[in-house]
């Protein structure tokens, strides 16, 4: 099932539709927004950053940790055990909202279909989770375009998860990574594991 997350107000209401559909998704979401803005590397890993959380251009990230730590579990909002208070309505609108892409959670037998595409890998570790990126019919047109141009190949790109929030917004930006840069000065290659 995809996870389109199109929030028309501020209403609590809303907010519980969305983690209803799909609260893997919605936790997963929370859970990279969190592990960005807490880590120390916060400038460089929380693109973009929340809007609501920038005064005379000082991004507060102190506040927004706080803030999405206060977010009660997903199960009590749904349940209505536990109410949104406003500061937590606002990340969860930010982090839900509507954007070129969402999530699909996928069952644990689509990893196959990924072992097919790769082939074998070098390790022999199973995901316990996967899940899907499904880009907007746009973006998706624009991909096929460059697809046809430069052909495709399937690899897998380990990453920490403090980086998800910011590679799921802006993609896998080679400028942005220090090894790359290593590479570039030196001639060297970066390759993905088999």
Not at 30 to 47: P, R
Not at 117 to 142: F, I
Request: charged share 20%.
């Amino acid at each position: 099932q995809t996870l389109n997350f199109n929030m028309s107000n501020k209403s609590s209401d809303g907010i519980i539709s969305i983690l209803d559909k799909d609260p893997a998704s919605s936790d997963f979401l929370i859970s990279i927004l969190w592990a960005a803005a807490a880590n120390y590397k916060h400038d460089t890993l929380l693109k973009p950053f929340p809007p609501n959380y920038v005064k005379d251009q000082h991004k507060d990230v102190n506040l927004l940790v706080k803030d999405i730590s206060s977010i009660p579990s997903i199960s009590d909002i749904v349940q209505r055990r536990k109410p949104l208070n406003a500061s937590s309505r606002d990340v969860l609108e930010w982090t839900l909202r509507e954007r070129r892409w969402s999530l699909s959670y996928q069952p644990i037998s689509t990893f196959n279909l990924i072992q097919s595409l790769t082939g074998n890998s070098s390790y022999k570790m199973k995901p316990q989770h996967v899940l899907e990126v499904v880009y907007s019919e746009d973006a998706a047109k624009k991909f096929e375009q460059l697809e046809s141009l430069h052909g495709k190949i399937h690899a897998y790109h380990g990453t920490r998860v403090e980086n998800l929030h910011s590679i799921l917004h802006s993609g896998l930006l080679g400028h942005m990574n220090k090894v790359c840069l290593y590479c570039v000065c030196t001639g060297r290659q970066v390759e993905c594991s088999p």
